[in-house]
C-alpha cells in the first residue's frame, strides 16, 4: 500500500459529506483503533511531520512535547465512500490520511503572506487550511485559494 497522504481534518469538512452515506459520520462510527506504529506504517512520514508541526508539536522530547508522547492522540483505520482511511485524533479533530491515488482526494492551491515576516507563499493543500510560514515558522490563514479541481 502507498504512503497515505494528508485529506482533510472534520473542521475542514465539506458540510454535504457529513452525514451522508460513507461519509464522515460514518467513517467515526465504524473506526477501528490502532496502534501508532500500525499508523506510521501506511502513512507518508514527510505529510505526518508536516501536520504535527501544524498542530505545534516538539520534533524531539527534549524540545517539548511530541506527538508520539501525547497520550491523547488516538490512531484509527476506517472507509470513507468504501475506501481504506487511516486518522488520528487529537482534541476531538480528525485529521484523515488517504491513499494518493484516491478518487475522494481533492486539491486547493492556498497563497498566504506572513503578517510577521512578509513572505509570501503558496502551497497545495487537500483543504484551505492554515499553514506555517517557512521562513519564520508563523502561523498564516491562506490570502486566496484556488480550486484545482476546476482548472482541471
Known sequence: MKDMIYFNCCVDWDPKDVHVDGGLCDMIDEEVSITRRTFLAHVDPTELHHVESMLGYAKHPRQGLTMAGDFHVSYHR?????????????????????????????RWLNHYECSECGN???????????????????????IESDDLREAA
Open 120 to 142: 509570501e507563499w503558496s502551497d497545495e493543500w487537500s483543504c484551505q487550511c492554515d499553514d506555517r510560514c517557512p521562513a519564520c515558522d508563523t502561523s498564516c490563514s491562506p
Open 78 to 106: 476506517s472507509r470513507l465512500h468504501g475506501e481504506c482511511v487511516y486518522y488520528f485524533k487529537h482534541s476531538a479533530i480528525e485529521y484523515v490520511f488517504i491513499d494518493p491515488e484516491s478518487r475522494l482526494r481533492s
